[in-house]
């Protein structure tokens, strides 16, 4: 297949291009052409502008394009640069679908389990009742921008990633050093969930969206077993064999990060049931053994 990706340089995408390329003709769209042939080699073809992109010759849209979220604090200018990455690819991506005569089979677009909002209780694609905050606003204009995109032709699956762990870059660059430090411990009261997925986890889910024509719409991109930030720091501390005693209080988050924070103090315990029902195998479930995959070694 002709697979165009976006955000081909980040976190999943430069990943999930390992695995593409052995197999698919692979066009990435990118800022930097240098950059991404440095990421991923000169074999993809790298185009700075979507104009120069024949969508009839393309059979699949992988967009994963998008300004860190948890990056800096939410200032105006910040928001818009958030938004504006997201927002406008999206909406040219589905522009060029529906103008084109052979579009795509496929479009595969990237979201965040921010839509749910705040969340006391478990939720799944079907069964959720978002709370109306910053981040549920930028994923559902997000999202209405790729389904736009669903026609007869063209089918569209959304992805609701949660916090991507992989050996490098990602959260967990974050969240190691101080443990490393001996100064790591939870946030605030520790009870928020963290609904997490393992780097090879979200790599296949897209392979498996990719290779079953017959799904379409949400999917949750989260491992089975959410944790609480109490739970996950603890694992964390015994899989990096260093304390886990030094608490962040929520205050102290609020005067680091301002509104940012909220995606650290509050949470959401996401299921993933539409993988689970479309008979999706996770290779990393629980939480202990995905960390000693990624953090083997350091």
Same mark, same amino acid.
């Given at each position: 297949m002709n697979i165009l990706i976006t955000g081909a340089t980040g976190l999943i995408g430069s990943h999930l291009c390992k695995y593409l390329a052995n197999h698919h003709k692979l066009l990435v769209l990118t800022r930097r052409k240098e950059k991404a #042939? $440095?990421?991923?080699?000169?074999?993809?073809d790298a185009h700075e502008t979507i104009d120069d992109i024949d969508f009839n010759e393309i059979d699949c849209v992988i967009n994963l394009a998008g300004e860190p979220i948890a990056d800096k604090r939410w200032t105006a200018s910040q928001k818009a640069k958030i938004e504006a990455s997201r927002?406008?690819? /999206? @909406?040219?991506? @589905?522009e060029?679908?529906?103008? $084109?005569?052979t579009p795509p089979h496929t479009f595969i677009s990237g979201s965040a389990i921010g839509f749910y909002g705040r969340q006391s209780q478990p939720v799944t694609?079907?069964?959720?009742?978002? #709370?109306?905050?910053? !981040?549920?606003?930028?994923?559902?204009?997000?999202e209405q921008l790729a389904l736009s995109a669903n026609s007869k032709k063209t089918r569209v699956c959304i992805l609701r990633t949660g916090i991507v762990l992989a050996k490098k870059g990602g959260a967990l660059g974050k969240m190691v050093p101080p443990f490393q430090f001996y100064l790591g411990g939870p946030i605030a009261d520790g009870k928020q969930y963290m609904s997490w997925i393992h780097i090879n986890d979200m790599v296949n889910i897209i392979l498996f969206l990719i290779e079953n024509k017959s799904l379409h719409g949400v999917f949750n991109a989260t491992a089975p077993h959410p944790v609480t930030n109490n739970e996950f720091s603890e694992h964390? !501390?015994? /899989?990096?064999? &260093?304390?886990?005693? #030094? &608490?962040?209080?929520?205050?102290?988050? &609020?005067?680091l990060f301002g509104e940012m924070a909220d995606l650290l103090v509050y949470g959401q315990a996401v299921l993933p049931k539409a993988l689970n029902d479309a008979d999706f195998k996770f290779q990393y479930a629980k939480l202990k053994p995905a960390l000693e995959n990624v953090l083997s070694g350091r």
């Open positions: #042939f $440095t990421l991923l080699g000169h074999h993809v927002w406008q690819i /999206t @909406a040219q991506i @589905a060029k679908i529906k103008a $084109t005569q694609e079907q069964n959720n009742q978002p #709370f109306e905050e910053y !981040s549920h606003h930028l994923c559902k204009k997000w964390l !501390s015994q /899989t990096l064999k &260093r304390p886990n005693i #030094f &608490r962040m209080p929520e205050p102290v988050m &609020r005067l």
